[in-house]
C-alpha cells in the first residue's frame, strides 16, 4: 500500500506513486514492453521502500508501549528537540523525527525506557 505505516497518511506517496504509475505505463504503451510496467514499482520502492520499512518497525515498536512508557517518554521531548524537528524534518519521511522525539541518538535513558518495557513485556 501507499499509505504512511506510522499515520496511514498518504496523500504525498500516493500521489507520488500515481505520477510514477503513469510514467510506467506510458513508456509501456510506448514501447509495448510489459518490463517497463516494472519501473513503476522500482522507483517508488526506491523513493519510500527503506522509509516505509522503517516505519512498519517503528509502529510495531510503539504500538507495543504501555501508557506509562508512553508518558515518560513525552516528558523526554525538550524543546529543543522540537525545534529541531519542525525546522529541518520532513514531513512525509517521518523516521528521523522519531528518532530524535525517542532521543535514541542522544538519550540512553530514553533507549533504555523503550527496551526496558519490551523486556517486561517478554519476561512477564
Known amino acids: 500500500g501507499q499509505a504512511k505505516p506510522t499515520t496511514a497518511g498518504g496523500i504525498y506517496s500516493s500521489g507520488m506513486g500515481g505520477i510514477l504509475a503513469g510514467k510506467a505505463i506510458s513508456k509501456f504503451l510506448e514501447s509495448g514492453n510489459h518490463s517497463d510496467l516494472k519501473e513503476y514499482q522500482n522507483k ?20 507495543r508501549l504501555d501508557n506509562q512508557t508512553i508518558n515518560k517518554l513525552f516528558e523526554s521531548v525538550t524543546p529543543e ?4 524537528i519542525s525546522e529541518k524534518d520532513d514531513f512525509d519521511f517521518h523516521t528521523g523525527s522519531i ?22 513485556k517478554i519476561l512477564g
Open 44 to 63: 517508488w520502492s526506491e523513493k519510500f521502500g527503506k522509509e516505509f520499512e522503517r516505519q512498519v518497525f517503528a509502529r510495531k515498536v510503539l504500538e
Open 81 to 84: 528537540i522540537l525545534k529541531e
Open 99 to 120: 528518532v530524535k522525539l525517542l532521543g535514541l541518538k542522544r538519550s540512553l535513558k530514553t533507549a533504555q525506557t523503550l527496551l526496558g518495557n519490551e523486556i517486561k
